[in-house]
């Protein structure tokens, strides 16, 4: 007699959704930056526009100084207003960007001279005038981005606001940005101040100053630009992140990619994998991290190549918009990473396929989530039911071994895992100039 065993109803990754499980995760949203030569590329429009995949919409270029007030006094807000519009007509969340950056700034004001009370009039008015201009449209802005030099001694950046008013543009700009919008979280951004270093170190200490001294600051977003392999621990992210909720802040994986060298192998792609569900399981890991949000969703549009040489492929979908494994990654960190706890999920295996022909050998684990609807399915031992994905991918359900999780040795080591899995950190020197320009 044939003996069964009665699992509930599993999602294939395929159809499994980033915001649909990011938000059963007990995150806020799930999203992705754009620009706007991309949204007229019509497919790649249905899918920035596919909710249940992206939320929220984070502005690549349109809202950056030299985008809005190329002269002084003259506010051109088309660009931003352009991608805002897209958001509200899909109901999309909105994170501003950026407001006061040492880059990407109009000629005028970089290459002015400036005393501290000129410079501060402009800045305020600068943030005055395009807060206003978006009042009520953005869940979050980035006010004050990457303040911090990438030198071992992570000291203040040299840009021309500090030249100016030295830290304390930090605080009056925080402080007019709330004036112009008060329902507005207000965010400071920047990269690599998740790894243990000067920079982590200083970054923590000046928003300390900022909470401690009063200033009205919401939330810190850690942008997370990657390379395979080489990314911090999960548990080195959430311990990082854990610091700023501590002060009573939110948190936020605001820029997520993590590039590779070119060609990309299919090693680098399950690495990839790899990495990226340790990022989004660091976030998960925290309670008061409420959203990610991925620096472009496609390789096609991916700023990586046009600033690191010989280095992309960051992204979850390739060049042709196709799904990568990085996506099934995503999944599977979000199926697994319940911040209540209160869901049970099934780890299934995912296959490079090499072929349309689907296969049933496993080289990396997924966790897809369980619903409350209930289906038979013959038990088994150690094989597995495949199924052909939409991605390219083989996803094969491997029956619970326990209540809630069952496990699976995969046959490579690609496994996804989890927050503490040893990932070396190793702090980047590398440039970073502009890195966080979709363009």
């Known amino acids: 007699m044939r003996s069964t065993l009665v699992l509930p109803f599993l999602l294939p990754a395929a159809y499994a959704q980033l ?222 992140l854990e610091a700023y909720t501590a002060l009573g802040l939110e948190v936020a994986i605001t820029e997520l990619d993590i590039r590779m060298t070119l060609p990309s192998t299919e090693s680098d792609l399950a690495q990839q994998s790899t990495d990226y569900a340790a990022a989004v399981t660091a976030c998960l890991d925290v309670a008061n991290c409420v959203g990610i949000t991925i620096w472009d969703f496609t390789d096609k549009y991916s700023w990586i190549p046009s600033v690191f040489s010989g280095q992309g492929a960051a992204c979850l979908f390739d060049e042709n918009l196709v799904k990568k494994p990085a996506y099934d990654g995503v999944v599977a960190a979000l199926s697994a990473g319940k911040k209540s706890g209160s869901a049970s999920s099934v780890v299934i295996a995912t296959t490079v396929a090499s072929t349309q022909a689907a296969s049933s050998t496993a080289v990396a684990t997924s966790v897809v989530p369980i619903s409350s609807a209930a289906i038979a399915v013959p038990a088994v031992s150690s094989s597995t039911i495949a199924i052909p994905t939409a991605s390219g991918f083989t996803t094969s359900y491997i029956p619970a071994q326990t209540s809630s999780q069952a496990v699976v040795e995969p046959s490579v080591s690609s496994e996804i895992p989890s927050a503490t899995s040893a990932n070396v950190p190793i702090a980047t020197t590398e440039p970073v100039a502009d890195e966080d320009d979709c363009e």
């Not at 930056?33 to 919409?57: G, R, V």
């Not at 203040?156 to 543009?169: I, L, T």
């Open 19 to 240: 915001n649909t499980l990011a938000v059963a995760a007990g995150l806020k949203y799930f999203g992705s930056a754009t620009d706007n030569s991309e949204i007229t590329d019509t497919a790649y429009l249905a899918l920035l526009s596919n909710t249940s995949d992206f939320a929220q919409i984070t502005p690549g270029n349109g809202q950056k100084w030299d985008s809005t007030e190329k002269s002084q006094g003259v506010f051109t807000f088309t660009k931003g207003d352009e991608i805002t519009a897209l958001a509200a007509k899909n109901s999309q969340l909105v994170r501003c960007h950026t407001l006061v950056w040492y880059s990407q700034l109009p000629s005028w004001v970089s290459g002015g001279t400036w005393t501290n009370e000129t410079l501060q009039a402009v800045m305020k008015s600068h943030i005055t005038e395009e807060m206003t201009h978006y009042k009520g449209q953005c869940y979050a802005w980035d006010v004050v981005n990457e303040a911090f030099d990438d030198t071992s001694a992570a000291a203040f950046r040299n840009s021309v606001f500090y030249q100016a008013m030295g830290e304390d543009y930090i605080r009056i700009a925080f402080e007019t940005a709330r004036a112009a919008d008060p329902d507005a979280k207000l965010y400071y951004n920047d990269y690599n101040i998740e790894y243990t270093g000067a920079k982590a170190t200083n970054a923590l200490a000046m928003v300390t100053k900022l909470v401690n001294g009063g200033t009205p600051i919401d939330g810190v977003g850690v942008q997370g630009h990657y390379i395979v392999g080489k990314m911090p621990s999960g548990s080195d992210i959430s311990t990082h």
